[in-house]
């Protein structure tokens, strides 16, 4: 028998399952970069244009493929190492000088992924706690925040930089369930990269994949649960109304 994973279609009929089992539901997790906003496009604009300045790759631009094997989703530590791998030092300081103008581009021109709110809501209806979980530096995270109308929203905002692992490694994960009081058990995460979904994965919650800018293939080999285009999904929704129904099913008769 062949098994192939080049569709999301293979995940999405255990995904109401995965998700259920979690019940009665306490957190949800949420990336920000990718997963809360479109910003990739502003990043790769940034480091495309600051890269062009000093003459990386003798001139030539980076290329959108570039940017998804070596940035997007990487902890700056490793961004700085993988441009520039025989000065580090320097590698930072690009790295600093870039996400200020990140932060001056996302002032303009930051969007949120179709169907935020609609998610938000349903998140503050079921009284669930939320935490933001970042590799993006606190300056970043708490623009973007602030920019999406967000920062009433989190219980707590958990920063790559601020752990002694960034994501791959599942710390940043497992700090949020702590700072939350909650158990991974009955909380499941939304990202978009493969360092994130494997950092959730690796801390032992379903991971909800969003296929924002990251190649459908990519992101399916880090084993999301559940991979959506974004939070208008129809599969998101019909794994979250397996939550309404066990509730329903749970209270006790009239």
């Known amino acids: 028998m062949t098994v192939t994973i080049s569709s999301a ?29 479109d910003s990739d496009p502003l990043h790769h604009y940034a480091f495309r244009e600051m890269l062009l300045e000093i003459n990386f790759n003798d001139g030539v631009p980076i290329t959108e493929q570039f ?17 520039f791998p025989d000065d580090l030092q320097r590698g930072l300081k690009f790295t600093e000088d870039k ?9 303009e021109q930051l969007k949120p992924i179709n169907g935020l709110y609609k998610l938000k809501k349903w998140v503050e209806d079921h009284g669930l706690k939320r935490a933001a979980v970042t590799n993006a530096p606190r300056a970043n995270a708490e623009v973007m925040i602030s920019l999406l109308g967000l920062s009433d929203f989190f219980d707590a905002v958990i920063v790559g930089d601020e752990c002694q ?46 296929t924002t800018r990251n190649p459908e293939h990519l992101l399916l080999e880090a084993k999301p649960t559940l991979l959506i285009k974004d939070y208008e999904d129809p599969k998101l929704w019909t794994a979250l109304e397996e939550f309404d129904k066990q509730a329903a099913a749970a209270k006790p008769a009239a």
């Open 9 to 37: 279609e293979n995940i999405v009929d255990d995904a109401e399952v995965s998700l259920s089992r979690l019940a009665p539901l306490e957190a949800v997790l949420f990336d920000v970069d990718g997963t809360l906003c």
């Open 165 to 210: 692992h960034a994501k791959p490694h599942p710390e940043p994960y497992l700090k949020a369930l702590e700072v939350l009081n909650v158990s991974k058990d009955h909380t499941f995460v939304c990202e978009d990269s493969v360092s994130g979904i494997k950092a959730g994965v690796a801390a032992g919650m379903p991971v909800v994949g969003l």
């Open 67 to 83: 940017f998804i094997k070596n940035i997007a989703g990487k902890h700056n530590v490793d961004i700085a190492l993988s441009l």
């Open 99 to 107: 996400e200020a103008m990140f932060r001056r581009l996302a002032s």
